[in-house]
């Protein structure tokens, strides 16, 4: 069990621009969320895949972002024309997904900012 | 609407002794209780969760969380605080969504 994985950790960007984070779950966890976290709050929800499947999707994202798990393993997290309002911290978790009483591992998260 | 709160942005504890660190929540049905630690520059990790049973759970490195269902709280507690418990605190529900909700964090300093 090597623990859930990102990357990159840290990215600056100018404002505009194109975003992509990566994600790699504990092996053989079906479930993978997404979270964002800004300073002085607790993660907020963002969205979450059940095996290849993006089950759920918060208000809070927007069509600028995107996310993908194609066959059901690492997943990415795409922010398109970036603006400075995204910069926070992206957390990825995952679970066996056996139900809500899952424990969510997460990730060491990716920091953005956006210049 | 489910919600999480933690009412101390920081609480001031002395090495040896005990803490607490609280939080309370709102939800219309059974709610599935956890509390995170969260070090500088790292993700969140897992310390226990309350699911069912015993109101008193024990989780990772000496810390337990009472379950007090009239109070709707989950106080996060340990006997004696050592200094490298110091970290960002947050208190998470999941109450039938398969997602978290989370509090705004409380920060723990222990003093030597």
């Known amino acids: 069990d090597t623990g859930v994985s990102q990357n990159p950790r840290h990215k600056i960007t100018k404002r505009g621009q194109n975003v992509t984070f990566r994600c790699d779950p504990i092996?053989?966890?079906?479930?993978l969320y997404w979270y964002r976290q800004t300073l002085g709050q607790g993660p907020e929800f963002l969205t979450y895949f059940q095996n290849e499947a993006q089950l759920e999707k918060s208000r809070l994202l927007s069509d600028r972002f995107s996310a993908e798990r194609p066959k059901g393993s690492f997943s990415t997290l795409e922010i398109q024309r970036t603006e400075q309002g995204d910069s926070a911290m992206y957390l990825c978790?995952?679970?066996?997904?056996?139900?809500?009483?899952?424990?969510?591992?997460f990730g060491p998260g990716t920091r953005l900012t956006v210049l | 609407a489910q919600s999480v709160a933690q009412p101390e942005d920081q609480v001031n504890v002395a090495e040896g002794n005990p803490l607490t660190v609280k939080c309370t929540y709102s939800?219309?049905?059974?709610?599935?209780l956890f509390w995170y630690v969260q070090y500088p520059n790292r993700g969140l990790q897992f310390l226990l969760k309350?699911?069912?049973?015993?109101?008193l759970v024990k989780g990772s490195y000496g810390f337990e969380a009472e379950f007090n269902k009239s109070q709707t709280s989950f106080h996060l507690k340990k006997p004696s605080a050592l200094v490298s418990d110091s970290a960002l605190y947050f208190c998470a529900m999941n109450s039938g969504y398969s997602t978290l909700t989370f509090g705004k964090g409380t920060m723990l300093l222990v003093s030597p």
């Open positions: 092996s053989e966890h079906n479930r």
């Open positions: 978790a995952s679970s066996t997904g056996q139900g809500e009483m899952d424990t969510q591992y």
């Open positions: 309350y699911i069912t049973g015993d109101n």
């Open positions: 939800v219309s049905g059974n709610p599935y």
